[in-house]
Nanobody, 123 residues
Framework: QVQLVESGGGLVQAGGSLRLSCATS????????MGWFRQAPGKEREFVAAVIWSGTTPLYADSVKGRFTISRDNARGTVYLQMNSLKPEDTAVYYC????????????????WGQGTQVTITI
C-alpha cells in the first residue's frame, strides 16, 4: 500500500507561484512513477505532469509546459510540483498519484491517489 498526502495549495494572484508537495509512505515509493493531475469544477481530471521512478524524463501537459516543474526526492519520499506564472485557468484541486505502469498521462493507469490540495488563482 502507498499513502500519498498533498500540501502547498492556496490562494495566489495571477503571475504568482506555488510549490506543491506530495509526501509518500508505505511501500518503496522510489520504485513508482509519479504524476500530478488536476480537476476543476465540472471538468474531468486532467494530466499535469509526471516523472518516472529515477527522476529523469519529466513529462508535461502542453498547458503547463515551461511554467511547471515536477521533481522528486526519493530519499525523502516526496514529489514536488513547482508552479510559476500561474493563471486563473490553473485553478483546480491538484492530486498526486503513483503507478508502476508506463502510460503516465491517463488517470486510470494510476493505482494510488492523494486526497488533493486546492489551488485558486485570482485575477
Amino acid at each position: 500500500q502507498v499513502q500519498l498526502v498533498e500540501s502547498g495549495g492556496g490562494l495566489v494572484q495571477a503571475g504568482g507561484s506555488l510549490r506543491l508537495s506530495c509526501a509518500t509512505s508505505g511501500r518503496t515509493v522510489s520504485t513508482y512513477n509519479m504524476g500530478w493531475f488536476r480537476q476543476a469544477p465540472g471538468k474531468e481530471r486532467e494530466f499535469v505532469a509526471a516523472v518516472i521512478w529515477s527522476g529523469t524524463t519529466p513529462l508535461y501537459a502542453d498547458s503547463v509546459k515551461g511554467r511547471f516543474t515536477i521533481s522528486r526526492d526519493n530519499a525523502r519520499g516526496t514529489v514536488y510540483l513547482q508552479m510559476n506564472s500561474l493563471k486563473p485557468e490553473d485553478t483546480a484541486v491538484y492530486y498526486c498519484a503513483a503507478t508502476r505502469k508506463w502510460i503516465l498521462v491517463r488517470p486510470m493507469e494510476y493505482n494510488y491517489w492523494g486526497q488533493g490540495t486546492q489551488v485558486t488563482i485570482t485575477i
